[in-house]
Nanobody, 126 residues
Framework: VQLQASGGGLVQAGGSLRLSCAASGRTFTNYAVGWFRQAPGKEREFVAAISRNGGISRYADSVKGRFTISRDNAKNTVNLQMDSLKPEDTAVYYC????????????????????WGQGTLVTVSS
């Protein structure tokens, strides 16, 4: 599956952004999806993940209560709504997809994913 991430930009602390991950090329409902981010000089870290059927989601502690992941299988998209943004949320955000036969599983380790989008930059100013 090919992934295209979009929606990044510059926002002030406390603001909101909505990232989108558009999928093409394969049956999207066969894939669990995750969002990861990587800040300059830091390792890639897990942000949020959602199961194939959208019924299960998981968040990193650092974003819990502020970010919401959702998917629209009819439109082959996964969104990440980011509210109450903080300067420490500044990073390149990547969406990733994992082909799985289990509809209610999520993956939080980046090496478990099969496909990656190109990344979208989020900058939060203080």
């Amino acid at each position: 599956v090919q992934l295209q991430a979009s929606g990044g930009g510059l926002v002030q602390a406390g603001g909101s952004l909505r990232l989108s991950c558009a999928a093409s090329g394969r049956t999207f409902t066969n894939y669990a999806v995750g969002w990861f981010r990587q800040a300059p000089g830091k390792e890639r870290e897990f942000v949020a993940a959602i199961s194939r059927n959208g019924g299960i989601s998981r968040y990193a502690d650092s974003v819990k209560g502020r970010f919401t992941i959702s998917r629209d299988n009819a439109k082959n998209t996964v969104n990440l709504q980011m509210d109450s943004l903080k300067p420490e949320d500044t990073a390149v955000y990547y969406c990733a997809a994992k082909n799985t036969g289990v509809p209610v599983i999520v993956y939080v380790l980046w090496w478990e994913y099969d496909s990656w989008g190109q990344g979208t930059l989020v900058t939060v100013s203080s």
